[in-house]
Each structure stands twice: as structure tokens, then as C-alpha cells.
């Protein structure tokens, strides 16, 4: 039987991108899934792609800033499929600015979306977690291990929850529960999406990519059937994981005058 048979995950910000992918991917193997997001009609579409390819799923809008959504999207998982085995907090946003042009607003909307989102949700879920000795996964980053120029923001939204999961890990250990980091490199998204300015005004993505949802989201697979505590994903992400650990000196006159593109 496959490891993911008849467990519910549920993922935030699951509409589209590396969330979406990893719905697909658990509910191909036998999962049964909760979607959430902000995005209401992308959402729907959602559910519904994944309903024809004869996934057990339910969806519901959910704002991981707001603990009250976050408590009521957990009920609504219950009542639908009764019991709740695997956390995946993906939803997340990005700002590609220097530190300076950072309005303290915008940065709180990162900080309100990617650590208080996670915190919310993680909060929301232990009970059903501890019932089902589950598991929490974090969607950290390649730049939560190393952060870059024009990153400062977004990389330290994503060292927290690396910093976060290692407490986690040790305080849930006695009620069975897994926590797990996963680290992907730059990878493909929708074309549509765009990431912040330090004013909060939306700016393309232009970076080459490394990885596709997919790819991340079978890294989350194996993250989750291996317990493993963290995963590094894409060459790059591996070699600069290890160069940061080695001499993050020459780490820093490789990266001077490179910017974050995600
Ligand atoms: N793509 C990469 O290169 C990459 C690399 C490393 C790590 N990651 C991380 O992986 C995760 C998924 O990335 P992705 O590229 O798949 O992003 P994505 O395509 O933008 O998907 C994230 C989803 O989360 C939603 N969301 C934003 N704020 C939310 C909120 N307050 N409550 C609920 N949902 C919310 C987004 O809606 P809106 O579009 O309306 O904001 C979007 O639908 C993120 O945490 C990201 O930081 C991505």
C-alpha cells in the first residue's frame, strides 16, 4: 500500500504553483486532500482538475494570516474526511528590493504571510496532528540557507521557519509528530505571478529556473515517507548549502551584486 494511501493533507495556498503540485501528486497517491488559498476562482478550478483525475478533495478560501480562517479550515477538513494527517504550510509571497527601499508595510505583509501564516496554521492543526501522529512540512528556500542581495526579506521569512521547525521537532517528538523542511531552488511558476517591490507594487519574475512544482513536490513526497528533518532541492541549492557551511566568505564574493529573482 502506498504511504499516502487514505491520509488527508492539507496545503496552503494550494491553487496553483508548488502547492497545486503537490496536491496532485499526494492525491495520485491515494491521499485525500483539503486545497485552500486566497484565490478564489483559481481555487475552484483546482478542485476541480483534481476531481477529474478522481482525487478525493475538498477546498475551502482560507487567509493564513487570519488564526480564525486557519481554525476554521481545519474544522472543515475534519468534518469532511475526519481526520487530518499532514500540514503543509506552502502559501507564500516574495519581495525583490533592496533592504532600503523596504516600506515597513510591505515588510509586514511578507512577515504576516510567510511566519505568522505558518504559525497561525501550525497552531491551528496540532490537535488533529497529535491524533494522527502526522506531520508538519515548512516550505522554506535555497535563500533561507544563504540569503542574497535584493533578498533580505523573504530569505529571513524562510531561515525562520528553519529555525522554527528545529524546536518544533524536538517539542512534537513525544506526540509522534514529524516536522520537516523542505528547501527548493528557483523554480517555475505561473506566468502570471509576481512578486513584490519595496513599495508593495507588483514586479515580474525573470529568473531561469531549476525545478518545477513538480520536482518540489516529489521532494516534499519523499521528505514526508523518509521523516526527514530537511531537504535541499535542485545542484545549485545542494552546492550552496555546502559552500555556506564550508566558507560562507566566498560564498559572499560569488553572490556581491546578484539579485533575488524569486
Ligand atoms: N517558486 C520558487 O522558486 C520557490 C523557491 C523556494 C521556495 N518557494 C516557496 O514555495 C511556496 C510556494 O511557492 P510558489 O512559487 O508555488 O508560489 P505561488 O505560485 O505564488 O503559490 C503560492 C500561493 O499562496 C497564495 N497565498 C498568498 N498569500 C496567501 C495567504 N495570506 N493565505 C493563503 N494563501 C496565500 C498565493 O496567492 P497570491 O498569488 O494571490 O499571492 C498563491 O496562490 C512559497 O512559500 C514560496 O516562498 C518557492
Not at 505583509?109 to 505568522?116: A, E, S
Request: aromatic fraction near 4%; charge should be positive; hydrophobic fraction near 45%.
Amino acid at each position: 500500500m502506498d504511504y499516502f494511501t487514505d491520509k488527508v493533507a492539507l496545503i496552503t495556498g494550494s491553487a496553483r504553483g508548488i502547492g497545486f503540485a503537490a496536491a496532485r501528486l499526494l492525491g495520485g497517491r491515494g491521499a485525500k486532500v483539503v486545497l485552500s488559498d486566497i484565490l478564489d476562482d483559481t481555487l475552484a478550478q483546482a478542485q476541480k482538475r483534481l476531481q477529474a483525475e478522481g482525487i478525493a478533495v475538498t477546498a475551502k478560501r482560507a487567509d493564513v494570516t487570519v488564526p480564525e480562517e486557519c481554525e476554521a479550515l481545519v474544522q472543515a477538513a475534519l468534518a469532511e474526511f475526519g481526520r487530518l494527517d499532514i500540514l503543509i504550510n506552502n502559501a507564500g509571497v516574495s519581495i525583490v528590493s533592496n533592504f532600503e527601499e523596504v516600506k515597513p508595510e510591505v515588510a509586514r505583509k511578507l512577515l504576516d504571510v510567510n511566519v505568522m501564516g505558518c504559525i497561525n496554521m501550525t497552531l491551528a492543526a496540532l490537535d488533529a496532528l497529535k491524533q494522527a501522529r502526522g506531520h508538519v512540512v515548512f516550505l522554506s528556500s535555497v535563500s533561507g540557507i544563504r540569503a542574497i542581495p535584493t533578498g533580505s526579506l523573504y530569505s529571513a521569512s524562510k531561515a525562520f521557519l528553519r529555525s522554527l521547525a528545529e524546536s518544533l521537532r524536538l517539542e512534537l517528538k513525544p506526540y509522534g509528530i514529524h516536522v520537516g523542511v523542505i528547501c527548493p531552488g528557483f523554480t517555475t511558476t505561473d506566468p502570471s505571478k509576481t512578486v513584490m517591490k519595496g513599495d508593495g507594487s507588483p514586479r515580474p519574475i525573470g529568473r531561469p529556473a531549476h525545478d518545477t512544482p513538480e520536482g518540489v513536490a516529489k521532494g516534499i513526497a519523499r521528505l514526508i515517507e523518509r521523516r526527514e528533518r530537511e531537504r535541499v532541492l535542485t545542484s545549485l541549492g545542494k552546492a550552496t548549502a555546502w559552500l555556506q557551511r564550508l566558507s560562507p566568505s566566498l560564498l559572499d564574493r560569488i553572490l556581491a551584486g546578484r539579485e533575488l529573482k524569486n
